[in-house]
């Protein structure tokens, strides 16, 4: 039987350009999906860590959910072409590394709607971008770095994750460029057409009336 679902974009208020740990809660039904948009430059890495809760309506509120609860994943690229697809239980880690820059988009909606029959869920979610996916600690001490070893890596992460976020922004200005430019030649070539259009028309309308006048014998 093929579901219909009722799909919801969100765009995230905290784009590359201020790299924060993007962390929300949303509550979805079960014939929801929900979307969110994110702008990553390529050979980025995206991790999301999420916490599936279920209603329950004897305490009114949200209870950690069942191990079979579960919410099936997706995610797309800028060219709509799917990188990420599977089910994951109730509470874990997703990640994936973008290939091409642009507005990637992560939809979530429940693996099943047979065991919470029109009830919601509500769905806790972290998004990190770039440098803030890793875990520094732990790469001091397998690598037995000092702290001064640890902060110099801290900031040469963060000069490429700066450097991948400006050869996005040149992307994006290039592609706006060729967009105002193809828009600019569209307009100079209907101007135009109006143009012939209207001259054609005069041309037409001033051999129609001389036409009248001389069969009028008033020329």
Request: hydrophobic share 40%; charged share 25%; proline share 3%.
């Amino acid at each position: 039987m093929k579901m219909v679902y009722s799909t919801s974009f969100t765009l995230l208020a905290s784009l590359l350009l201020v790299p924060l740990a993007n962390a929300l809660y949303f509550h979805i039904g079960e014939t929801e999906r929900k979307c969110f948009i994110e702008e990553i430059p390529d050979e980025t890495t995206v991790v999301a860590n999420y916490k599936v809760e279920l209603y329950d309506p004897r305490s009114g509120g949200f209870m950690p959910s069942s191990p079979g609860i579960g919410m099936h994943v997706e995610i797309k690229d800028p060219d709509d072409k799917t990188i990420l697809s599977r089910v994951y239980s109730s509470e874990g880690r997703i990640s994936f590394t973008s290939h091409i820059p642009g507005e990637h988009v992560l939809c979530m909606y429940s693996n099943s709607t047979a065991w919470f029959s029109g009830s919601q869920l509500r769905v806790h979610l972290d998004i990190q971008v770039g440098e803030h996916t890793i875990d520094y600690a732990n790469v001091a001490q397998k690598e037995k770095l000092t702290e001064l070893q640890l902060r110099i890596r801290q900031l040469l992460d963060q000069v490429d994750q700066i450097t991948k976020e400006q050869n996005y922004q040149r992307y994006r200005e290039e592609r706006f460029r060729l967009t105002s430019d193809s828009t600019n030649q569209r307009v100079l070539w209907w101007s135009l057409a109006q143009t012939l259009v209207l001259l054609i028309m005069g041309f037409w309308q001033m051999r129609h009336l001389k036409s009248f006048f001389e069969a009028k014998k008033l020329v």
